[in-house]
């Protein structure tokens, strides 16, 4: 039988086939092969003695959280208590883009910011919007349940963000437990213990671990740089073909920045992404 997987705990894999779950193992001939099944994957699995046959080739994966054949990436994303974090938030739209998903960028706890502070939030909001972003904040909740139909999304984000809080909101059945903010580290503690899919408006929805780091792991700085939305768009203006907007002169990137068409966060934060800084 094929199905997919949609939760994995330890060595135990929950199977989805035909509206039905079946629990199973892993031959141990994937360890042999190097192979880990993720939830996520598209599997034939032996319905009578339990155990996953074959994995099926993945359209994607991502490694933080481990989940595969993803349709789409809800950026959660905190604008106090944690702070926001542009770094965070431009690595985790390179990476979700790299790995030809589409990501989705959801504010959250707009109600602590003060008046200052939420006319910056928003500016950001309609910047990422105008290259091209989907951007809602957490109270749009009609506009984010619509995102969900037949699609497999995963939420990820900076610890604490709101991840658990939000799905919560989007389905009060699933009582997802939630965690305080750390006050001690500045963010929030891993309440979700184990990546599963959840059926959401007609959709699998992914709960998984927050994570405050991530690498560009096998991504080069061509790769990095391709995946900047904003920077495509005056690529073809650029003096020199393979441009990597850093040293370069009259490179027509710094120059959209120092007009102030390209947000001066992320050249920074792509300057970064490159020479591989924090």
């Known amino acids: 039988m094929t ?12 199977v989805l086939s035909d509206n039905r779950l079946y629990t199973c193992k892993a031959r141990g001939k994937f360890r042999n092969m190097s192979i880990t ?7 034939n699995f032996d319905s009578d003695n339990l155990y996953i046959l074959e994995v099926l080739p993945r359209k994607n994966f991502l490694v933080r959280p481990p989940i595969s054949n993803v349709d789409t990436a809800l950026i959660i994303t905190s604008t106090k208590d944690p ?12 990476v979700i883009e790299y790995n030809n998903i589409i990501p989705v960028i959801i504010f959250t706890k707009l109600d602590l910011l003060d008046e200052t502070e939420l006319h910056e939030i928003n500016n950001y909001i309609n910047y990422y919007k105008k290259i091209g972003y989907e951007v809602y904040k957490n109270t749009e909740i009609d506009n984010i349940k619509s995102l969900f139909k037949e699609k497999v999304c995963v939420f990820t984000g900076q610890s604490g963000a ?5 799905l919560n909101k989007l389905d009060i059945n ?13 963010r929030g503690k891993h309440t979700t213990r184990h990546t599963e899919l959840i059926n959401i408006n007609g959709g699998l929805v992914a709960d998984t671990p927050g994570f405050s780091s991530l690498s560009f792991d096998k991504m080069t700085k061509l790769d ?8 495509n768009l005056y690529r073809d203006m650029c003096k020199y073909k393979d441009c990597l907007h850093d040293k370069e002169d009259n490179c027509i990137i710094k120059d959209k920045v120092n007009s102030n068409e390209i947000l001066k966060s992320r050249y920074e934060n792509y300057i970064k992404f490159i020479h591989n800084e924090k």
């Open 3 to 14: 199905g997919r997987i949609i939760k994995q705990i330890s060595n135990d894999y929950t």
């Open 37 to 43: 099944p993720l939830v996520g994957d598209i599997v």
């Open 83 to 94: 702070d926001f974090s542009t770094n965070l938030l431009d690595k985790l739209l390179v």
């Open 162 to 166: 709101g991840k658990s809080t939000l």
């Open 174 to 186: 699933l009582n997802i437990k939630t965690g305080e903010i750390s006050k001690a580290l500045g």
């Open 224 to 231: 990095i740089r391709d995946n900047f939305k904003d920077f």
